[in-house]
């Protein structure tokens, strides 16, 4: 009988990748999730059995092993039905991370800047020859717009991702943390607990193993002296690397300072593993980013106007001042306009503060309603956007602000803000991690 897995919350980008992994096995491979996605389309394509809704009826006896996405409670009824017919169940964390312990395996953690820098690390490794397996929680242009590349070698590379501390499950061999900062804090409560995770992770290295650690982050530098002693730490002010840094500047693709410390963090790995400088540089240089990560999606028509619109994941305060500060240095003579979604109103509630100081380097903010997450938004936080609005526009050298409780009213909002300006030259980005990207096509057509 064929092997049979079964993956819960399928239409997750981590569950998605290890799907395309036991395919690639010769698994027979189905899944479910909650609702029809761009990922459960592409997964249905390939030949993966991809059902939308949550059934015991699909749990049968000739499944093998069911996968299930952390999101999913484990009331669901596909779990209690595989926990009654006596078939195996683990999370993707745990799956994942039994595949850590099979191979050698470089683990790229962190709050932000994790699929940007897996991506340059596995590109460096493609480029060397070493030919890794890849699982990244992005999609890649490389990859044939996919978040899975199956490798022939013992290398495999992974998104270690924190939330609900995933990665505890992992076994790496190299480690790269990016930044530890104040998210998930929904289930952290604080970063003390954060920075705790990240240090039970890093015992986790198998012996002989290397890390690779930011000196400029300061939720991570707290914890230094609880790191290693061996630990690599890099930085752009780092003396050390002056040279590389300069090399990668000029080689880099890709907008914003941020990016280039993701860069040589990946290039630190590279030399680790005695990888030539020519294949780093060379990786990093074809290197052109990732889905939802500052992607151009394409122009927007309006008379007498330059319009460019673009797409990105930023979420998290940090992010949304990194990823707007590296627009505005790269486009200085444009208007720029954020239409930002937030996502999880935990997380609006409790970066209250943060986010309203957030938006200071663009000259216009769409705010659309917060995008709710299944599981974790059911309790009332007396946050909103209207609420996010109010508080944008107090600040000093405030943007101008508009709250759109109507996403249908976008495109005629934006044309009138553009009109209006006497620079001709503006640029868009559509931010935010929850179904805003659903919205940006129809800007283009």
Request: net charge positive.
């Amino acid at each position: 009988m064929d092997s049979r897995v079964h993956f819960v919350g399928i239409g997750g980008i981590g569950v998605s990748a290890l799907a395309r992994y036991f395919l690639a096995q010769n698994w027979a491979v189905s899944g479910s999730d909650a609702a029809s996605s761009l990922i459960t389309q592409e997964l249905r394509r390939e030949g993966i059995k991809t059902l939308i809704g949550h059934d015991k009826a699909n749990i049968g006896p000739e499944v093998s092993l069911v996968i299930h996405s952390q999101a999913i409670p484990l009331q669901n009824p596909e779990l209690v039905e595989a926990r009654r017919l006596a078939i195996p169940v683990a999370s993707y964390p745990e799956a994942l991370g039994a595949l850590t312990a099979e191979h050698r395996t470089v683990a790229i953690a962190g709050s932000h800047g994790k699929s940007t820098t897996t991506a340059l690390v596995a590109k460096i490794l493609i480029e060397a020859g070493l030919d890794p397996t890849v699982i990244v929680g992005t999609r890649l242009r490389d990859f044939g717009d996919k978040n899975f590349r199956l490798g022939g070698s013992k290398w495999l590379v992974i998104e270690a991702d924190e939330y609900r501390e995933a990665f505890r499950h992992y076994q790496p061999d190299i480690i790269i943390i990016t930044n530890v900062d104040r998210e998930h804090l929904d289930h952290y409560r604080n970063l003390q607990n954060v920075q705790k995770a990240f240090l039970r992770f890093v015992d986790n290295l198998k012996d002989g193993g290397v890390i690779v650690a930011n000196n400029d982050d300061p939720g991570l530098r707290a914890i230094k002296s609880d790191l290693p002693a061996e630990t690599i730490w890099y930085g752009l002010q780092s003396r050390a690397y002056l040279k590389l840094i300069a090399r990668l500047e000029k080689t880099l693709k890709i907008m914003g300072r941020f990016n280039l410390s993701n860069a040589l963090a990946a290039a630190l790995v590279a030399k680790a593993l005695d990888i030539d400088d020519h294949d780093t540089l060379k990786a990093i240089n074809d290197y052109r980013g990732a889905w939802r990560r500052m992607e151009y999606k394409g122009a927007m028509r309006i008379s007498g106007h330059n319009v460019k619109v673009f797409d990105d994941y930023a979420h998290h305060p940090t992010e949304i001042k990194a990823t707007l500060t590296a627009f505005r240095e790269h486009f200085r003579k444009a208007q720029i306009i954020c239409v930002f979604q937030p996502h999880q109103l935990h997380r609006l509630k409790i970066l209250f503060n943060d986010f309203k100081e957030s938006f200071d380097k663009v000259d216009a903010l769409i705010l659309l309603d917060a995008y709710k997450v299944s599981g974790r938004d059911e309790v009332s936080h007396n946050v909103n956007a209207a609420k996010l609005a109010r508080a944008v526009a107090k600040v000093k050298k405030h943007p101008e602000v508009i709250y759109l409780p109507h996403r249908e009213d976008l495109k005629g909002i934006l044309k009138s803000v553009i009109k209006s300006s006497k620079i001709k030259s503006s640029i868009v980005v559509m931010m935010g991690a929850g179904d805003i990207a659903e919205v940006t096509p129809k800007l283009l057509k």
